[in-house]
């Protein structure tokens, strides 16, 4: 019991930081903080995430392409265009791992604006680091564990950081309903939305915009924004015509949907 308890609090303040901090503050810069919280906030990030620690200013630059090309074949982790979930995975880190250490070209439009603090995130990010942080997981598991199933969640929370983010990102963009005809996969998914804190609300925030509870502030860039708010509609407004199915996330849909909406 002890340990579920431990899993449970560790996933709930884990998906917590990687909400807060790296999804709605660095990616979307929803509020703002002043330097030094910011960086109480970024020590305190990392701490929840130990093992599985996301570096926020790879994060934002990753995710702000999500949004920029949202189901499309240029959008990191589009899952109709993986077979499974663990290829998107393995696809999304090596793209999140090029961003981490400078060997990609990202677009300008998508750089600055997020917490930056290279010691941490290069430290933060090594295998030492990593192996330490999981070691101490393990250490307290021996300590607490009461049976041998319970051995089984210690490896999910060695990478709960990628763990949020795929399902988040599989099932958001995959199963669930739809509130906003936007040009790309994006649903809703309220059972699971318990376990994210509000991620899988994808659909509502991918309308993008302003407005929304999850969407970028005013002051935001288009980019942090994401350029969905231009071709979204209200399904529940669309004046006596039947809503349109949901676009499937399927290669092709996917592909003319994003040609459609994305500039360039
Ligand atoms: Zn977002
Ligand atoms: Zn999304």
Redesign the pocket.
Known sequence: MAIVLFFSAHWIISAFFQSFFH?RYA??RMFTMTPRTERTFHVLTYLAQGSSYLSPRAYAIL?RE??AYSDTERDPHAPGFFANVLSMMWTTAMRYNAHLTGTSSPEPRFLGNYPEWPWLDRVGSTWAARVAWGTAYGLVYLWLATAWWQFLLLPVQWVLGPVHGAIVNWCGHRYGYRNFRTNDASRNFLPFDFLTLGELFQNN??RGGAAGA?SAGPRAPAAIR?DAAINEARVTEDAGAPAAPPPAPSHTNALSAGRSARPG
């Open positions: 999804h990616s979307h995710h999500h949004h925030h991918h999850t994401g």
